[in-house]
């Protein structure tokens, strides 16, 4: 449960901060910059996730990792990114970010696009900075969107799976061990299948408590 708690708090804000960042840079540009920008990061949204979770296998391999040979560069030792139960939690946050930021991205971007531009004018007459902009006119006005994704967000840190069967295995000593492989493993591993039924039924009403919580929290002054 600790694990799962920490994928969901680790992930959720810092991929709609980021994906804010990202889409207020983005639709600065040009059209056909922006095309390009957005579809180079909506790429691994399409990309098979048994790929791209191997090749972060690879970039934290041990020996030949290129994380390691960056790091050995700089005059460190090797670490065991997956290996050690103080860097496997981190590790695989990086990757769920990475893998979770694609559509963040188009809907923020294309919400912001749908923005009038006379509040924008209006705020640069009045002396407002880009950073007072973004956080004082541009937020409020996507927050049905921010709001969308951020439940979306949530149940999906809640459901990590593929990653941590690929990367880990729930190890080392169950530290990457979360709630969605724990049911996999109860049920098709030791065959305990009222307990990982029973599991999946705590899972469930955790992420509906959550979500009921977020909508009626966030969901205020918002016009739909």
Do not use: C
Not at 7 to 14: A, D, E, L, N, R
Not at 76 to 104: C, D, Q, R
Not at 193 to 205: C, E, Q
């Amino acid at each position: 449960m600790r694990n799962t708690i920490f994928f969901v708090v680790g992930s959720t804000p810092t991929i709609l901060f980021i994906s804010i960042i990202i889409a207020a840079i983005i639709i600065k540009m040009n059209h056909r910059l922006r095309t390009f920008f957005m579809g180079m990061f909506y790429l691994p949204s399409i990309t098979s996730i048994v790929t791209l979770t191997l090749v972060w296998k690879w970039i934290y391999d041990y020996r030949y990792g290129i994380l390691n040979y960056i790091i050995g560069g700089f005059g460190y030792e090797n670490i065991k990114w997956l290996g050690n139960k103080y860097t496997v939690l981190p590790a695989l946050l990086m990757v769920l970010i990475y893998l979770s930021l694609g559509m963040p991205i188009i809907l923020l971007t294309a919400a912001m696009a749908a923005i009038p531009k006379t509040y924008y004018d209006a705020a640069k007459i009045d002396g407002a900075t880009d950073w007072q902009i973004l956080w004082k006119i541009t937020v409020p006005l996507i927050r049905p969107t921010v709001l969308y994704l951020l439940i979306v967000q949530v149940v999906a840190s809640f459901q990590i799976f593929i990653i941590i069967v690929l990367m880990t295995g729930g190890g080392p000593y169950y530290r990457s061990t979360t709630l969605a492989y724990q049911i996999v493993q109860e049920a098709f591993d030791y065959n305990h299948f009222g307990v990982a039924s029973t599991i999946g039924i705590i899972l469930l009403m955790i992420v509906s408590v959550l979500t009921l919580i977020q909508y009626k929290f966030l969901s205020k002054d918002i016009q739909y």
